[in-house]
């Protein structure tokens, strides 16, 4: 059996070698110039030459092609790289994921986004003081977080009432915000970019926000999160909705065909986290080789490290909660039908074990009561 692999993000990388593990002939394709490489690292390895060659994998796997695939054909089993074509007997597609942009500054000098090892680059060698990072994301805190410690003024626009809307209430947020801000940053939140102002070379100088206030601004970074890339799933004629579409085994809509990581929507869910790529190409891996088992979602957790302050959520955060603060200590625990549904952990991770455990379970809220003793 000879196995395609088309992207060597997490998804990729992992399914390619657990594969090549168990004998089986792979082929891995990457459209980047460069080999593997953890794409969460970035933020932390911008304006730095040798941190950022640091985050490439010292060697690559011989079955690594840095070149793009361009077209699949699904009637010969074919891929295409340019001209050349490649044939398989099973195809994975674990393209991820592109950057959201807004039109408004599609064609912008001084507005970018950070997704790839190539956008990293373009940063360090093009950043120009004062920055704004638009979104209040984990991307987007993590990446102003670490270009303020390079000595740049950074301030984050986030459109949303608080940062992390997607992961904290208004609580957690607010202990956040008030740490990031000790540390340099500017946060406005509840802000949205109405316009840009140029200077006479056509540099970006300015965002006009929240009506008619100009906020100076040299280099925009965008990080209003992704958009699974399907492209190459469409054109080949795949079961597209947001993501490409995958049964309980992550196979396509073609038989021959599996999806996984951040471009697969598995019972309508494109969660874009690093969990699920790798919970999706084990289970692809196994699929592959048998016997077959049905997929299942991992915890879906994230976490944010700022200097002094972990903070960690876990599942949905929406609706009516258990918690308790105390300082910058703060726990949420959210129940839905006698279920623990989500919760945020911060300044302590001394429960992030009883989460783990309980996750999707059922609990009693007497069971929270020792939790919400500190």
Known sequence: MKVIIIGNGVAGATVASRLS??????????????GFYSRIML???????????????????????KRPVTRIDRARKLVFSGSASYPYDKLIIATGSRSRMLDIFSVTDGACTLRTFVDAQKIGETIEDPVVVLGGGLLGLETALWVRRKGFHVTVVEVADHILARQLDHEGASILKEHLEAQGLIIREGVKVEAQKLDLRGHLRALV??????????????SLGVLPETSLAK?????VDRGIIVDDYLVTSDPDILAIGDCAQ?????????????????????????????????????????DGLDVVSV????????YKRRGTRYEAY?????ILTGAILIGSTEHLGF??????????????APLLAF
């Open 235 to 239: 054109a080949a004629g795949l079961a």
């Open 21 to 34: 593990g168990k004998g089986v002939e792979v082929q891995l394709f990457s459209e980047e110039p460069v």
């Open 315 to 322: 599942g949905s955060v929406q609706g009516p909660a258990v």
């Open 334 to 338: 959210f129940i839905e039908d006698s």
């Open 209 to 222: 926000v929240g009506g008619d206030e100009e906020l100076a601004c040299r280099t925009l970074l965008l």
């Open 43 to 65: 933020p932390q390895a911008l304006c730095d030459k040798e941190a950022l060659a640091e985050l490439v994998a010292k060697s690559d796997p011989p079955y690594l092609m």
């Open 355 to 368: 989460v783990r455990s309980h996750y999707r379970k059922p609990i009693a809220h007497g069971d929270l």
């Open 266 to 306: 598995w019972h309508g869910k494109v969660p874009g986290i690093v969990p699920v790529a790798l919970s999706m190409a084990e289970c692809a891996a196994q699929n592959l080789t048998g016997p077959a088992q049905p997929y299942e979602e991992p915890v879906l957790f994230t976490r944010f490290k700022g």
